[in-house]
């Protein structure tokens, strides 16, 4: 029992990674592979973001990373799903704007046959 936890907490910090650098490479296919078909975002303004508009945001061409960080995580883990807390830092451009941020977000995986996938995360600014 203790090594399929291990294991599966593994396999979450290693889809948290994948996901920071499918980030930093911009790797629309890594992207679009982690992201449920039922994704949903919701901003740091309320805003409720569905999965394709997530995607089109990727796909513009206009987004650039100078900086894609995720640190200080906690995972939970509940069988087939896994709630992740952590801190993002985001430095880059998109659509001509520089942003650059600091966050605490919390992403929502879930275990499917293509390994675990993101179905809701949420973010709050860090000042």
């Keep these: 029992m203790q090594d399929s936890l291990s294991q599966s907490l593994d396999e979450v910090l290693a889809a948290e990674r994948d996901w920071t ?3 930093l ?11 449920a078909p039922e994704y949903i975002q919701v901003s740091d303004t309320g805003r409720v973001i569905y999965r394709e508009e997530a995607l089109a945001s990727y796909r513009s061409g206009q987004r650039h ?7 200080e995580l906690e995972v939970h883990l509940y ?5 992740v807390i952590g801190r993002w830092i985001g430095r880059g451009e998109n659509q001509g704007q520089r942003f ?3 966050t605490r977000f919390s992403s929502v995986y879930v275990r499917r046959e293509k390994g675990w996938q993101i179905v809701l ?3 709050t600014p860090l000042a």
Excluded: F, G, V
């Design 79 to 83: 069988e087939e799903t896994a709630i």
């Design 65 to 71: 990373w100078d900086i894609a960080q995720s640190d």
């Design 21 to 23: 650098r499918a980030h």
């Design 121 to 123: 995360d949420h973010s």
């Design 100 to 102: 650059d941020y600091t």
């Design 25 to 35: 490479e911009l790797d629309i296919a890594m992207i679009e592979h982690m992201l």
